[in-house]
């Protein structure tokens, strides 16, 4: 339970001090299905498309979770919980640099080998269309957004870890916050 509060705390504390980011709207340390807690961001308005500068935001609170529990309980000590933001943060990363063009190093371009539906003997008759170089340095791209919010994410937390303390024992105590 004082992980768990840690951990959604994390994600809280991280998405309020990204600009940019859509307001907390609950947390809870309520398990809910397979999530032991959830941080639920509401959007103030609908989106049709996101900015560099959101999606950045999405990428440090979602590391936040994990930050907490490193910072808090030891780097020994960091559970399988954030395996899911983990996904969600490298999926995100990825289209940035191989769809979306929002990659400093590889600009404008679509690097995604995914195109329309999958049909019976479609991936035996298709090509690679990224040399093997280009393929290093969408990796490299996406470690280094990654890496960035990150270290974001973990500078913000260190600075509020008086206001990490407080929301973990708030949710240990009420479990849910509004």
């Known amino acids: 339970k ?4 840690y951990h959604e705390a994390g994600h809280t504390i991280v998405g309020r001090s990204m600009p940019g980011h859509d307001p ?3 947390v809870s340390i309520i398990p809910r299905g397979r999530a032991l807690g959830v941080t639920m961001f509401l959007p103030e308005t609908d989106r049709l498309s996101y900015s560099k500068k959101f999606l950045e935001s999405q990428l440090c ?33 990825r289209s940035m640099v ?5 990659s400093e190093k590889l600009g404008p371009l679509t690097y995604d080998e995914e195109e329309g539906e999958v049909f019976l003997g479609h991936s ?5 269309e990224i040399s093997n170089e280009t393929a290093r340095l969408i990796d490299s791209e996406i470690k280094d957004i990654i890496d960035r919010n990150y270290n974001t ?8 870890i008086d206001k990490l303390h407080i929301m973990a024992d708030a949710l240990i105590k009420y479990e849910t916050l509004d």
């Open 61 to 93: 609170s979602l590391f936040g979770g994990r930050i907490a529990e490193a910072l808090i309980f030891g780097h020994e000590s960091v559970t399988t919980g954030a395996s899911n933001d983990i996904q969600r943060a490298t999926s995100i990363a």
């Open 2 to 5: 004082k992980l768990t509060a």
């Open 98 to 102: 191989t769809k979306w063009g929002l």
């Open 24 to 26: 907390v709207y609950k």
């Open 124 to 128: 035996v008759t298709k090509h690679k």
């Open 153 to 160: 994410a973990e500078e913000i937390l260190k600075s509020h």
